[in-house]
């Protein structure tokens, strides 16, 4: 009985250690809390033979983790929607989607048109819409009450009180307040260079005022919170979530028109799991997994109803930030043309290490 026991426990292990082996992995690129542990265990108890390891980024660290590799190590990035066109015509990164795959009628369908044409190469789609939002303001308008735009970040009489974050976003939005349009010269170099150099000497000067400049959700949410900053740099989800602990912080679309967003769902070039990639995007677009994900996010998913599957303090937020005249006024990202992200870098190098 003993040899006989000893043998049946054998078998079970080798059963289980064999199932463990032949399990897929869903490598996934994407942003802090686009891949919230409570969704990961429920697709992983749909699909037992999937697993799934996430690993966070942002725009440009996915495509230099993607360029590094040549497009290998992840199964599923989530690049922005204006960060694909220009990084696979540089760096052949991704791979063309199977839009037979993906139950793209369930996706609101000017976010998915837009998507596409956005990242079309050749007759081929690389890109659909997962998440959007857009950038801008955010002020606890009990203390900063006449904030309006981009250009009050830097107004003296909140100095050491605002806060920004040294990305690209920044220069956009500040050459809008400069009254620039800085996607009407994408296709000029050299009038962009102009643009870049009077938008830098603006965030140099303002450096005397900014109290810091934030990188991650967490430490702009705390200085809001606690009234050290009054006035920031943001993305409307962060604003979202603090407008459900303190009304009185509220997402401040600038008059210039807040910039809209779009993440996507993306295929590297040299994943390994394309089945799992598709049945995770298609996982994502139920709306009971909508309303886990939104509350993770902030954001609204790509989805008709997606603000309605927002919880509901997400829905009052949106409401007190954005009338019908904001969202007429919103200026989507525009394609990243070759070469323009270097001469932002070099812009943001600038401003950094200016005393």
Same mark, same amino acid.
């Given at each position: ?30 942003? #802090? ?11 992983? &108890?749909? !699909?037992? +033979?999937?697993?799934?390891? %996430? *690993? ?120 809008? #307040? ?11 170099? &050299?009038? !962009?260079? +102009?643009?870049?150099?009077? %938008? *830098? ?32 740099e943001t993305w409307d989800s962060t604003a979202f979530k603090l407008y459900g602990e303190n009304p009185d912080i509220v997402f401040v679309p600038p008059a210039t028109g807040a ?97």
């Amino acid at each position: 009985m003993k040899l006989k026991f000893r043998a049946l426990l054998a078998g079970t292990a080798l059963v289980l250690a064999t199932g463990a082996a032949n399990a897929e992995t869903l490598r996934l690129l994407t942003w #802090g809390s686009y891949a919230p542990d409570e969704v990961v265990k429920m697709f992983e &108890a749909e !699909y037992p +033979d999937i697993k799934v390891e %996430v *690993t966070f980024s942002n725009n440009e660290e996915m495509i230099a983790k993607l360029r590094a590799t040549g497009g290998t190590g992840f199964d599923l990035a989530q690049p922005s929607h204006d960060r694909v066109y220009a990084a696979q015509l540089e760096y052949n990164i991704y791979k063309p989607l199977d839009l037979s795959k993906i139950d793209t009628e369930k996706m609101t369908p000017n976010l998915l048109e837009g998507v596409k044409a956005n990242t079309t190469i050749e007759g081929e789609v690389y890109s659909v819409p997962h998440q959007w939002g857009t950038s801008g303001v955010m002020a606890n308008m009990k203390l900063a009450p006449d904030v309006t735009g981009w250009a009050d970040l830097c107004d003296e009489k909140y100095q050491g009180r605002t806060s920004m974050r040294l990305r690209r976003t920044i220069l956009l939005g500040t050459a809008f #307040g400069m009254g620039m349009d800085p996607f009407a010269l994408y296709a000029d170099p &050299a009038a !962009y260079q +102009d643009m870049l150099d009077k %938008v *830098t000497e603006k965030l140099i000067a303002c450096k005397s005022v900014i109290k810091t400049y934030w990188s991650g959700g967490d430490d702009l949410s705390a200085m809001m919170l606690s009234g050290e900053v009054v006035a920031s740099e943001t993305w409307d989800s962060t604003a979202f979530k603090l407008y459900g602990e303190n009304p009185d912080i509220v997402f401040v679309p600038p008059a210039t028109g807040a910039l809209a967003w779009i993440d996507t769902f993306t295929i590297p070039r040299g994943g390994e799991a394309d089945d799992a990639a598709y049945k995770w995007i298609n996982f994502v677009l139920r709306p009971e997994i909508t309303k886990l994900m939104s509350a993770s996010t902030g954001a609204i998913a790509a989805v008709p109803n997606g603000i309605d599957l927002m919880p509901d303090d997400k829905k009052a937020a949106i409401s007190a930030a954005f009338d019908q005249s904001d969202i007429d006024n919103l200026k989507f990202f525009a394609n990243i043309p070759p070469g323009i992200e270097d001469m932002e870098g070099l812009a943001l190098e600038r401003i950094k290490a200016a005393n």
